[in-house]
């Protein structure tokens, strides 16, 4: 009897894995209508496959069904081109459980790049999104947009060209964002109203600020905490801020490396942080006006260590332009409105998945030494752009 038990669960699972689906979809005439009707058809354990080329798309796509693979043949070879599109807020929609996109492109969508929302495990892995025309206010504004999701990796992708933030993660909790290159953005990075992330081994550059640390009134999620940034290169964001009027992050001044407010708990350790206009490292009040009696405006607990600094203050915009015109240096970090640096907090984020990260492997980055207050001065401008470069083309060719 129990022979003939397991006999039928291995029937059972055999023929379920039989019954997953490929779905193939190549550049054509009919190519949008077939993907759509593929996201819409697809069962748990289905793969999309995007065939090499560019699927020409006039309104947004949309999937609902939990554990959906959607992979292309590479973030140079499988492209969805929204240059035509006339319908719908963002390119494509994920609002279902347990999928991974991987190894496609998102081109020059109308609003935002690719958006997940009320998701539980989503994966974005060697996926591109990008505004070919260069920073324009007209952008869309988020490229990789999770909110209000849980266990959120986004790992060797990369984003360009957003009006807002390359990756934005928004009211999520357990979350990575690792490997990745954000360029030409106004915000490279932003995690805003969020819990338990660790955000490493990612370049920011040429972006309007590099990597925002938010919270803001308001929001269903407040209170963000315990944020992680570190083994981050962190360089070179000195692209004006082209965010459309009235945009929170239209307030970033161009120049910005690291920029931390209202939020508890935050590490910023082991990254290289340079030649940002403005200052390497802001950490800021929130300033506005607000009616949330729960809202806390202050940052706290935060923590700035053994990070290798380069030049900064050289071209300070916004508030802080104030300072050279007193002849006052830029310091490579600093507050406003009460904030504060710590040296030591009195616990360190345990990471996104509940437990304190080991070091990464030396042979991957060179170790950065501890000196001083925990930081040190890079050498010269040249040494850091030259490597800098290297870096972005290691991304692009990954």
């Known amino acids: 009897m129990r022979l003939i038990a397991a006999a039928a669960i291995a029937a059972i699972v055999i023929t379920g894995a039989a019954e997953a689906k490929t779905w193939r979809i190549r550049p054509g005439a009919d190519a949008e209508q077939r993907l759509q009707t593929a996201l819409i058809e697809a069962r748990p354990g289905d793969t999309v496959q995007l065939g090499r ?17 959607i992979r292309g043949d590479g973030a140079e070879r499988s492209i969805l081109s929204f240059n035509g599109q006339r319908r719908g807020a963002e390119g494509l929609l994920i609002t279902s459980d347990n999928v991974l996109l991987r190894d496609f492109a998102v081109e020059n969508a109308r609003g935002d790049a690719i958006k997940a929302r009320d998701c539980n495990g989503i994966t974005i892995r060697g996926v591109r999104v990008e505004w070919t025309r260069g920073p324009n206010a007209e952008n869309g504004a988020y490229g990789l947009y999770p909110v209000n999701c849980d266990n959120v990796l986004i790992e060797r992708s990369i984003a360009r060209g957003a009006s807002d933030a390359g990756i934005y993660v928004g009211q999520s909790r357990n979350i990575i964002v690792r490997e990745n290159l954000a360029e030409f953005n106004v915000a490279g990075i932003e995690i805003e109203n969020s819990f338990n992330a660790d955000v490493f081994e990612n370049v920011a550059t040429h972006n309007t600020g590099g990597i925002l640390v938010f919270d803001l009134p308001g929001l269903p999620q407040q209170g963000g905490h315990d944020i992680r940034v570190f083994n981050n290169r962190i360089v070179d964001n000195n692209t004006p801020n082209f965010a459309p009027a009235g945009n929170i992050v239209a307030g970033v001044p161009t120049g910005t490396g690291v920029l931390i407010m209202a939020n508890s708990n935050v590490h910023v350790f082991e990254n290289e942080i340079a030649d940002n206009g403005t200052v390497n490292v802001l950490i800021s009040a929130y300033r506005e006006s607000f009616q949330d009696a729960h809202y806390n405006p202050l940052a706290r607990d935060i923590v700035i260590r053994d990070n290798a600094f380069g030049n900064t203050g050289y071209a300070p915009a916004g508030d802080l332009a104030a300072l050279s015109q007193l002849g006052v240096p830029m310091p490579d970090a600093c507050g406003t409105a009460r904030p504060f640096i710590r040296a030591a907090a009195r616990r360190e984020p345990a990471g996104a998945h509940g437990r304190k990260r080991q070091s990464l492997d030396p042979h ?35």
Not at 53 to 69: A, F, K
Request: with cysteine; glycine share 10%; proline share 2%.
């Open 364 to 398: 991957r980055r060179r170790q950065l030494p501890v000196a001083g207050h925990g930081c040190r001065r890079l050498a010269t401008h040249r040494s850091a752009t030259r490597s800098n470069a290297a870096a972005a083309g290691r991304h692009r060719r990954a």
């Open 53 to 69: 080329g560019r699927i020409e798309l006039t309104g947004s796509l949309s999937l609902d069904v939990n554990r959906v693979t």
